[in-house]
């Protein structure tokens, strides 16, 4: 499975963003988001908000504010233990936009 | 005279107020499909390729995620997307299970359309949809 970008998220996890995953994103959003795989990385590098999955105890979902108004890139990130132990690396499962961070979220950043 | 400096920038947001189309969407005729890294169902309209969309939640149960897809530029609902599809949703709606097939039968696509836009005109679709219990 071949990699598009890895880069650090905000608690300094890496996070991958798979030829796979962005396939299957695009499934579903690729009218909203073909060709916008930077953006997608920079909602993870430069968040300005992190929550947890409403279900998922290990998905955590990245906000970053896109164009002007409310809008934002919601990025969904499934995390798993890799070594050395206590460290954590994540990968993108999907994204979309979205009119603001979802209530039912618990705050996970800042 | 005092000089204030106000310029007031007003962003018009139709993603905001989704509508339902005016036309009913055809279940036989949509776009989309089913993440199963995410557990996300999409299902878009057809006519509506090449519309960006914002994806706002609508009232759901505990086992729901429901959302519409509200074009950027016309609020118009251009199509519908389920979270959690097999880890929850199919709980409440075992039939949808079949929306994670390649090619999602018509009839279900059509129950699901049924359950949103009933979601929807009673509740209606925003940031921060109310709590319902089922």
């Known amino acids: ?110 | 005279m005092a000089v204030t400096n106000t310029e007031a920038i007003t962003i018009t947001e139709p993603w905001a107020t989704p509508t339902w189309p005016e036309v009913p969407p055809d279940p036989a005729r949509t776009r989309g499909g089913y993440n199963p890294m995410a557990d996300e169902v999409v299902i878009r309209f057809a006519g509506t390729a090449g519309q960006r969309a914002v994806v706002l939640p609508i009232a759901a149960s505990d086992d729901l995620d429901i959302n519409v897809l509200s074009a950027d530029r016309t609020g118009v609902v251009i199509g519908v997307q389920v979270d959690h599809l097999l880890f929850s949703a199919v709980a409440e709606h075992p039939s949808w299970r079949a929306l994670a097939d390649p090619v999602p039968p018509p009839a279900v696509v059509a129950e699901l359309l049924l359950e949103v836009k009933r979601r929807f005109d009673r509740y209606g679709a925003g940031e921060t949809p109310p709590a319902i219990g089922r």
């Open chain 1, 1 to 110: 499975m071949a990699d598009i970008w890895r880069v650090l998220d905000r608690l300094g996890r890496e996070v991958v963003l798979t030829e796979a995953g962005w396939a299957h994103i695009l499934v579903g959003h690729g009218d909203d988001l073909a060709g916008r795989e930077s953006d997608v990385q920079a909602a993870i590098e430069r968040a300005e908000t992190i929550t947890f999955d409403a279900k998922h105890a290990r998905r955590e979902c990245h906000y970053v504010r896109i164009g002007p108004g409310r809008r934002r890139l919601k990025v969904v990130v499934g995390y798993a233990p890799v070594p050395p132990p206590g460290t954590w690396a994540g990968t993108v499962v999907t994204a979309y936009l979205v009119g603001g961070v979802e209530p039912k979220e618990r705050p996970r950043w800042p």
